[in-house]
Nanobody, 118 residues
Framework: QVQLVESGGGLVQAGGSLRLSCAASGRAFSSYVMAWFRQAPGKGRDMIGE????????YYTNSVKGRFTISRDNAQNTVYLQMNSLKPEDTAVYYC???????????WGQGTQVTVSS
């Protein structure tokens, strides 16, 4: 079991930056693959990217490549999403999620709102 809590969302102007944090509690955080997702109103939940247990990011969606960076600190049980050059279309609720290697994403945070104004 792992519990996830996102923080760091808010309102930012286009072109600005935010860093989201996802703090995990529970056993064996380092055994989980972690990911960030986002969901805008009226749209499905899209994966932003995924990071392995050892900190290798294996996927970024094309719309954020070069702007967003996922990292993790296993010693602090935290995964981060650094967002630069934000655009209004990045406005969404952002979620972190966890899975083991052979499972789906069984654990989710509550989400944090990111709003990018033009």
């Amino acid at each position: 079991q792992v519990q996830l809590v996102e923080s760091g969302g808010g309102l930012v102007q286009a072109g600005g930056s935010l860093r989201l944090s996802c703090a995990a509690s529970g056993r064996a955080f380092s055994s989980y693959v972690m990911a960030w997702f986002r969901q805008a109103p009226g749209k499905g939940r899209d994966m932003i990217g995924e990071i392995t247990q050892s900190g290798v990011t294996t996927y970024y969606t094309n719309s954020v490549k070069g702007r967003f960076t996922i990292s993790r600190d296993n010693a602090q049980n935290t995964v981060y999403l650094q967002m630069n050059s934000l655009k209004p279309e990045d406005t969404a609720v952002y979620y972190c999620a966890a899975r083991r290697l052979t499972t789906g994403f069984d654990y989710w945070g509550q989400g944090t709102q990111v709003t990018v104004s033009s």
